[in-house]
Every structure is written in structure tokens, then in C-alpha cells.
Nanobody, 126 residues
Framework: QVQLVESGGGLVQAGGSLSLSCAAS??????????MGWFRRAPGKDREFVAA????????YYTDSVKGRFTISRDNAKKTVYLKMNSLKAEDTAVYYCAASHTGQPTGVINDYRYWGQGTQVTVSS
């Protein structure tokens, strides 16, 4: 079993920045076997992919709408993944979820992700 705990959400003005963290733990969790992703769900919309990273090589993958604004990174020693969000827009308002993919590949395919955190709210005021 893998546990994921997000933190760092909050309220920010448009154009501002916010950083999210996701700490992973669990007896069977081996960072070399997983990739980590961030997803979000805006009010009235489906959950969508934001960014993903491979634990071992650090390769990353982003959805087009956040490229150049968001950066995903990881700290292997702390088993923590981060999402740094710059130039935030009102349309970035959503609950952000951290997820672990057992495929080990940083994909945007939601079904690749087996474990999910509880989510953290990000609200961007315009």
C-alpha cells in the first residue's frame, strides 16, 4: 500500500505563485518502480492531467496549458514530489491531486495511476 499526502494549497491572486508538495510512504513503496503525477479537478469538470515525473531519471511530462508556468520536481531522499506553479490564472483553480503510477512512466493517462492523495485546494482570484 502507498500513502500520498499533499500540502501547500491555498488562495493566491492571478499572476502569483504557489508550491504543492506530495509526500509518499508505504511499506511496499519503492521509488524506482513508480512515476508520480499531478492531476486537478475544477468545479463541474472532470479530473485532468497536469504534470508527471519519473522518480529514477527525472523525466517530465506536462499538459500544454501549464507548460512554461508549472514545474514538477522530486526529492528522492524525502520521497516527495513538488509542483511549483507560477503565473497562475483563474482557470487553474481546482483541487489538485497527487498520484503514483505503477508503470514507472510519466504519462497523462489517469488509469495508469493506482494510488491517489486526498487532494488540496488551489484557488486563484482574478
Amino acid at each position: 500500500q502507498v500513502q500520498l499526502v499533499e500540502s501547500g494549497g491555498g488562495l493566491v491572486q492571478a499572476g502569483g505563485s504557489l508550491s504543492l508538495s506530495c509526500a509518499a510512504s508505504g511499506r511496499t513503496f519503492s521509488i524506482s518502480s513508480y512515476a508520480m503525477g499531478w492531476f486537478r479537478r475544477a468545479p463541474g469538470k472532470d479530473r485532468e492531467f497536469v504534470a508527471a515525473i519519473n522518480w529514477s531519471y527525472g523525466s517530465t511530462y506536462y499538459t500544454d496549458s501549464v507548460k512554461g508556468r508549472f514545474t514538477i520536481s522530486r526529492d528522492n531522499a524525502k520521497k516527495t514530489v513538488y509542483l511549483k506553479m507560477n503565473s497562475l490564472k483563474a482557470e487553474d483553480t481546482a483541487v489538485y491531486y497527487c498520484a503514483a503510477s505503477h508503470t514507472g512512466q510519466p504519462t497523462g493517462v489517469i488509469n495508469d495511476y493506482r494510488y491517489w492523495g486526498q487532494g488540496t485546494q488551489v484557488t486563484v482570484s482574478s
